[in-house]
C-alpha cells in the first residue's frame, strides 16, 4: 500500500486520486490559518516554488480538530491565497485524530509514528513522501518547512 492508493477532496469539492502524484516527491502537511505557526505557510510556499519544476508537490489539509481553523476549506483557502501567497493545492477540512480521522491520515500516523504516540500532536505536522508514494519522514510542528531541504533533496 502507498498514498497512491488514497483519494483525497480538494477546498472545491473535487475529489481525486493521490495517484496523479505517482512519481513525485509530495509534501502532506495539515494546516490551520489562526494557529501561531500559520507562517510556516510561507515556508512551505518557498519550498514549492524552489523544488516545484524537480517535481515537488506539496498538500495542504486544513484541519481544525485544535480549534484553530476556519470554519470551512474555502475559506482556508481563500486566507492562505491572500495572506501567505499560497499556490500548492489546498483540500477539504480533515480530521487528523480521533474516530473519524481522515483515511490518508490513519495511514501517514501507521507510517511515521510520532515520537510517543501514533496522534498528530499539532498543526502543521508535516509529512514527506518518495517518489514511489511512501512515507519516509515526519517532522515536527515546529520545525521549520526550510529545515526539510536537505531531506527533499535527497528524494528528488
Partial sequence: ??????????????VYSLNKY?????IIVNTATKCGLAPQFEQLEELYQKYQTKGLIILGFPSNQFKQ????????AEACRAT????????????????????????????????????VKWNFTKF???????????FAPKTSPLKMTEAIESII
Wanted: glycine share 8%; hydrophobic share 40%; proline share 5%.
Fill in 84 to 119: 501567505y501567497g499560497v499556490t500548492f493545492p489546498m483540500h477539504q477540512l480533515v480530521d487528523v485524530n480521533g474516530a473519524n480521522t481522515d483515511p490518508l491520515f490513519a495511514y501517514l500516523k501507521e507510517k511515521a509514528p510520532g515520537t510517543m504516540t501514533n496522534a
Fill in 128 to 138: 514527506l513522501i518518495d517518489k514511489n508514494g511512501q512515507v519516509i519522514e515526519r
Fill in 69 to 76: 481553523e476556519v470554519d470551512s476549506a474555502h475559506d482556508a
Fill in 22 to 26: 505517482a512519481g513525485h516527491p509530495i
Fill in 1 to 14: 500500500m502507498t498514498i497512491y492508493d488514497f483519494n483525497a477532496t480538494l477546498e472545491d469539492g473535487t
